[in-house]
């Protein structure tokens, strides 16, 4: 509408300037002083407008017609654009100084892991300097692990712990997260107390197993002698220290074993371990734990081997099924595989069992997480079964999956990659 206006109102003005001429005998003359004088005035206004935009702090040039109107929208806008441009500003300031609150040390960093941003505390934690913005993170932190860690976490998502590279008695735990397009949240986290904890942890329970682990022997020594030369003081007495020994023995046994596995970061010798083998072997016993209480099946696939210990492996699959059949009812079933799927190499162990409550599967392979008094009380398990079958397979770069119904039975599922086929 206003653009009509203005066609207008230069049609009528030019429209006048013809009649002028022609009543004064000189059209074109007085045509041609009046498009001069408007492409004059039009000039002059384009060169007030590039003077002016050159300089945003003065007024805007004063005018009228289009041109007001051009100035005035254009002063608006600035004035807009200043009022965003503060809240952008007043934004990033709030994240800045909500990042330089974090006491972990955070860094922005590209794809190819140079380093844009990072906050106050990974100048104190990392010692790094202003200047060390625009190197690559890993000329600053000359790990190998660091940097074979950092190369996948496009594709996975985990952690990792490494050394201060400034203190070697500090612990650092690092994670990383897509921040925007093209960069990335790096954070380094101080657990050192986490990890100094967990280690005073680890040598407490396993000096206290080794400790125990010689008196208890001599104990269910002494008390299996009293059990074959009964005595009509109390005899059942004598059965239920027995039971209760030799449950206490398991514990310290499966307290060892989850030591040894913490303490082996990395498999001894892998050699290939033939499953198919394993598995008839722990049939045979499964069917004695039973004592044909259960249906109990398995499905394997000939030849196929995985590359990792035998012996870890063995105890791993002894726990599932061990508890697959203490947990499960008799006259239930259940069922153990093995075998290669889409996903990797599959060994599942599923049961009709009681099942798992829903709220406790995240949880139920903690050391010693009890799932119901009841269940545990009658089932005489350690508790920490679970916790060797989770080291055990994370020292195969293999995971776990659970899947529960409570009152319909549990299917455990280790897969291991396709790289540890043997």
């Given at each position: 509408?206003?653009?009509?206006?203005?066609t207008?109102?230069?049609?009528?003005?030019?429209?006048?300037?013809?009649?002028a001429?022609?009543?004064?005998?000189?059209?074109?003359?007085?045509?041609?002083?009046?498009?001069?004088?408007?492409?004059?005035?039009?000039?002059?206004?384009?060169?007030?407008?590039?003077?002016?935009?050159?300089?945003?702090?003065?007024?805007?040039?004063?005018?009228?017609?289009?041109?007001?109107?051009?100035?005035?929208?254009?002063?608006?806008?600035?004035?807009?654009?200043?009022?965003?441009?503060?809240?952008?500003?007043?934004?990033i300031?709030?994240?800045?100084?909500?990042?330089?609150?974090?006491p972990?040390?955070?860094?922005?960093?590209?794809?190819?892991?140079?380093?844009?941003?990072?906050?106050?505390?990974?100048?104190?934690?990392?010692?790094?300097?202003?200047?060390?913005?625009?190197?690559?993170?890993?000329?600053?932190?000359?790990?190998?692990?660091?940097?074979?860690?950092?190369?996948?976490?496009?594709?996975?998502?985990?952690?990792?712990?490494?050394?201060?590279p400034?203190?070697?008695?500090?612990?650092?735990?690092?994670?990383?997260?897509?921040f925007?397009?093209n960069?990335?949240?790096?954070l380094?986290?101080?657990?050192?107390?986490?990890?100094?904890l967990?280690?005073?942890?680890?040598?407490?329970?396993?000096?206290?197993?080794?400790?125990?682990?010689t008196?208890?022997?001599?104990?269910?020594?002494?008390?299996?002698?009293?059990?074959?030369?009964?005595?009509?003081?109390?005899?059942?007495?004598?059965?239920?220290?027995?039971?209760?020994?030799?449950?206490?023995?398991?514990?310290l046994?499966?307290?060892?074993?989850?030591?040894?596995?913490?303490?082996?970061?990395?498999?001894?010798?892998?050699?290939?371990?033939?499953?198919?083998?394993?598995?008839?072997?722990?049939?045979?016993?499964?069917e004695?734990?039973?004592?044909?209480?259960?249906?109990?099946?398995?499905?394997v696939?000939p030849?196929?081997k995985?590359?990792?210990?035998?012996?870890?492996?063995?105890?791993?699959?002894?726990?599932?099924?061990?508890?697959?059949?203490?947990?499960?009812?008799?006259?239930?079933?259940?069922?153990?595989?093995?075998?290669?799927?889409?996903?990797?190499?599959?060994?599942?162990?599923?049961?009709?069992?009681?099942?798992?409550p829903?709220?406790?599967?995240?949880?139920?392979?903690?050391?010693?997480?009890?799932?119901?008094?009841?269940r545990?009380?009658?089932?005489?398990g350690?508790?920490?079964?679970?916790?060797?079958?989770k080291?055990?397979?994370?020292?195969?770069?293999?995971?776990?999956?659970?899947?529960?119904?409570?009152?319909?039975?549990?299917?455990?599922?280790?897969?291991?990659?396709?790289?540890?086929?043997?």
């Amino acid at each position: 509408m206003i653009s009509i206006k203005r066609t207008y109102r230069l049609l009528t003005g030019l429209s006048l300037a013809l009649l002028a001429g022609w009543f004064s005998g000189h059209p074109v003359l007085i045509t041609g002083i009046f498009l001069f004088t408007y492409l004059t005035w039009q000039f002059y206004n384009s060169l007030r407008l590039y003077r002016w935009l050159q300089s945003w702090e003065s007024e805007p040039p004063e005018s009228f017609g289009m041109w007001s109107d051009i100035f005035d929208r254009i002063a608006t806008l600035q004035k807009q654009n200043i009022k965003r441009n503060r809240q952008y500003q007043e934004v990033i300031d709030d994240f800045i100084g909500l990042a330089d609150a974090f006491p972990d040390a955070t860094l922005v960093i590209d794809d190819h892991d140079v380093i844009s941003w990072f906050n106050d505390s990974a100048l104190r934690m990392l010692d790094l300097k202003p200047t060390d913005r625009g190197q690559a993170v890993t000329n600053l932190i000359r790990d190998p692990a660091f940097a074979d860690w950092l190369s996948v976490q496009d594709r996975l998502h985990t952690t990792l712990d490494i050394i201060n590279p400034n203190d070697d008695n500090i612990c650092l735990q690092a994670s990383i997260a897509r921040f925007r397009k093209n960069q990335r949240l790096l954070l380094f986290r101080n657990v050192t107390d986490v990890r100094n904890l967990d280690r005073i942890r680890h040598d407490l329970v396993a000096n206290v197993s080794h400790e125990l682990r010689t008196p208890l022997t001599v104990l269910l020594g002494y008390l299996e002698i009293l059990k074959t030369q009964p005595t009509e003081a109390n005899p059942d007495a004598i059965e239920r220290m027995f039971t209760q020994a030799c449950q206490m023995s398991d514990l310290l046994e499966d307290l060892l074993e989850l030591s040894r596995l913490e303490d082996s970061k990395t498999l001894e010798g892998p050699a290939d371990v033939d499953v198919t083998a394993l598995l008839e072997q722990i049939a045979e016993q499964a069917e004695d734990l039973s004592q044909g209480q259960h249906k109990i099946t398995f499905k394997v696939e000939p030849g196929l081997k995985v590359r990792g210990s035998e012996t870890d492996l063995k105890s791993a699959i002894q726990n599932l099924v061990v508890n697959a059949i203490n947990y499960t009812p008799a006259k239930g079933k259940i069922r153990v595989a093995w075998q290669q799927t889409e996903d990797g190499l599959e060994l599942s162990v599923s049961d009709t069992g009681v099942g798992i409550p829903y709220r406790d599967l995240p949880r139920i392979t903690e050391r010693f997480y009890r799932v119901g008094d009841d269940r545990n009380r009658n089932s005489g398990g350690t508790g920490l079964g679970l916790a060797i079958v989770k080291h055990v397979l994370h020292s195969h770069d293999a995971r776990l999956e659970i899947q529960s119904t409570l009152g319909k039975g549990s299917t455990f599922r280790c897969i291991f990659p396709i790289e540890r086929k043997a």
